[in-house]
């Protein structure tokens, strides 16, 4: 039987939460770096230099995603070893920033083809 999660204490597998954030971020990092090939693709098959440029930038940023992702790794880790609050609100903002920029990218890189 589960312990609720209001009760204070160590949590019931610490190794979980971090896992489980490890894996988020990795999977976003590589839905980045996915969209930046595309981009790149679109740009390489229409031969537009200029549309490789979006991909490019969003590749790096899914590379950037992915070593925030390990740094909140350690972060989350601790602080659940530790029985401390986890958050990470500038972190998350920062990839929601870069979603839409990839979107918006995305959809200006889209709209420009014949």
Do not use: I, K
């Amino acid at each position: 039987m589960s312990r609720p999660a209001s009760l204070p204490g160590a949590p019931l597998d610490p190794g979980l939460q971090p896992e489980r954030t490890r894996m988020a971020w990795s999977r976003t990092s590589l839905a980045f770096v996915a969209n930046g090939a595309l981009l790149v693709h679109a740009g390489h098959v229409q031969d537009r230099w200029w549309f490789m440029l979006p991909g490019c930038a969003v590749m790096a940023a899914g590379l950037t995603v992915y070593v925030v992702g390990l740094l909140r790794h350690r972060q989350v880790d601790r602080a659940v070893r530790a029985g401390d609050a986890v958050c990470g609100d500038r972190a998350v903002r920062a990839t929601l920033l870069t979603a839409v920029s990839v979107c918006v990218l995305a959809g200006v890189v889209l709209l420009g083809r014949p």
